[in-house]
């Protein structure tokens, strides 16, 4: 079922709280994503060599399947980091008014 969900989770991190809302707010007001939300993590992570510790901020939109990739130029284009992590989940089920309430407002832009 992964290639049919009409629902994906789009998630990448960034360096502050700041630059999550910045960039939710963004792509939201865009119609490019349905919502998102922004969770402050501590992550452990591989960098220049070393292992390195820090805060980041998780940053989880929901978007209909047709407009993914378009979400995820866009998340690239904003981010402050050069290479930043992007990645995408199926959601394999969810109830069809919630289906419709992610597909309405990005689906109607293409």
Known sequence: MTSE?????VTTTLPTK????????SVVGDRLAAGAEIVKQDSV????????????WRLTFRVAAAGRDRLAERVAEL????????????????????????????????
């Open 5 to 9: 969900s009409r629902v994906w989770a």
């Open 18 to 25: 700041h630059d999550a809302h910045t960039i939710a707010a």
């Open 45 to 56: 992570f591989w960098h220049l060599g070393k292992v390195g510790t820090g805060p980041e």
């Open 79 to 110: 981010h402050p980091w050069s290479g930043p992590e992007i990645s995408a989940t199926p959601v394999p089920w969810t109830i069809e008014k919630y289906a419709e309430w992610v597909e309405n407002p990005t689906v109607s832009q293409e």
